[in-house]
């Protein structure tokens, strides 16, 4: 029995592991090139061309490649609004830590609001005149949510459990300007993902807090964890593992431990487990920034892995690095635990190890100068959004999924 539940728990780690995603994901790679997937084909030929493409979008966006971290703090900024010199003008009386946690409340609750918001809902702002769609608009929205007390029992510019269980489907709703003339894809699984959130806050206090728990006092957690004055990227990304496991519906589970964005296929032997964990990767992207505010130093940035989300994988369909097999693959809907999408997303994360290699190789630089998160930033994903706006109406993703608002 001992054996059972250590092997158990070894699984469960390595399974939050970006070794393990990569590893695993790899799998999936070498089993597509070796022509054994009905779905999908790569041309590694492509490579030169997708990051062509990618450096000139960075170049467009970034002319002197000072690219920041591809993180949620990005998308608070849309409309060159100073938005966040805003937040720090209402957390001026706030000593450092508390700041931190403060804006750790921030990106979470943001985060977890970020899957796909479909085609056609938009978010108007009013102060600015900006009309706003998908991650932007739920970024601003979330925001504006944020710093009117929202997702606080106290009216304040945090989030804390007590208001987050409280929190009804209504109240996000009015938030995010949901109507029926302005649907949100999945607005029910973003509720429950807050609610989910404001229990497991409670039931993790050596997380989140003893009193009045909150998603921000992750902060305290990590900087006990940092040692001097450094702290592992892949440490942030298990604590936001484990600390939010149980916020995720109806997953795979091992010894009771829900797994979060770990699907199945059957390229992966023995368990075909194939984890993902991209909200939680990008969560951890954008906590990566308030650390480093603390005066942390964020060792090992490449160990996490690029986000297997529709723009990434878009840009490499689009663009030939990934080939479909049959056309029925455009025109129909998968679920995120469908072979389709598992496939996709695992191919996804290793092409763009590739992409970034070639990008630094013809830009000359190195893995420290140019981190894959800046790749990403500067990078990928905009380039996915820009080849699908080029070839599609409304610039929607070239497969279509079936989301909940929990994954993409």
């Known amino acids: 029995m ?85 937040l720090n003008t209402q957390l001026a009386e706030l000593t450092p830590l508390e700041k931190a946690a403060a804006k750790f409340d921030l990106a979470i609750i943001s985060v977890l609001l970020d899957a796909g918001a479909g085609d056609s809902w938009r978010y108007y702002e009013q102060e600015t005149n900006l009309n706003l769609g998908r991650s932007e608009g739920l970024a601003i929205a979330s925001f504006q949510m944020f710093c009117q007390g929202t997702f606080s029992s106290q009216s304040l510019p945090q989030a804390d459990a007590q208001k987050l269980q409280a929190l009804t489907e209504a109240e996000i709703a009015q938030g995010l300007q949901v109507t029926t003339e302005n649907p949100l894809v999945g607005i029910s699984g973003r509720s429950q993902l807050l609610q989910k959130l404001g229990r497991v806050l409670i039931s993790s206090p050596h997380l989140f807090g003893y009193e009045n728990p909150r998603p921000g006092n992750l902060v305290n957690y990590l900087w006990e964890k940092s ?75 490449n160990t996490l892995t ?15 690095l990934i080939s479909a097999k049959h056309l029925e693959i455009f025109n129909s809907s998968y679920s995120v635990a469908s072979e389709v999408i598992v496939e996709w997303r695992a191919l996804t994360v290793i092409l763009l190890d590739q992409i970034a290699v070639t990008v630094r190789e013809k830009l000359g630089m190195n893995a420290e100068e140019l981190p894959l998160v800046k790749i990403l930033q500067g990078g990928t994903w905009t380039a996915g959004r820009k080849i699908a706006a080029e070839l599609r109406t409304s610039g929607k993703s070239p497969i279509q999924i079936a989301s909940d608002g929990t994954v993409f």
């Open 2 to 86: 001992e054996t059972r539940i250590t092997e158990a728990k070894d699984l469960i780690a390595y399974l939050r592991s970006p070794t393990a995603i990569r590893e695993r994901c790899g799998q999936v790679f070498t089993w597509v090139n070796s022509g054994h997937s009905r779905h999908f084909s790569c041309d590694l030929t492509q490579l030169g061309r997708i990051a062509d493409y990618v450096i000139e979008v960075m170049g467009c966006e970034y002319p002197n490649l000072q690219i920041p971290f591809h993180s949620r703090w990005r998308h608070f900024e849309v409309g060159n609004i100073p938005r966040l010199a805003q």
């Open 227 to 301: 040692s001097n004055r450094q702290l592992a990227a892949a440490t942030v990304l298990s604590t936001v593992l484990e600390g939010l496991s149980d916020i995720w519906p109806g997953r795979l589970e091992v010894a009771g431990v829900n797994l979060g964005d770990v699907w199945q296929h059957p390229a992966v032997a023995n368990d075909g487990f194939v984890p993902f964990h991209k909200l939680s990767q990008w969560l951890t992207y954008s906590l990566l920034e308030p650390l480093q505010e603390l005066g942390l130093e964020i060792t090992g940035l």
């Open 306 to 320: 690029g986000l297997p989300e529709y723009r990434n994988g878009g840009l490499c369909l689009d663009l030939g």
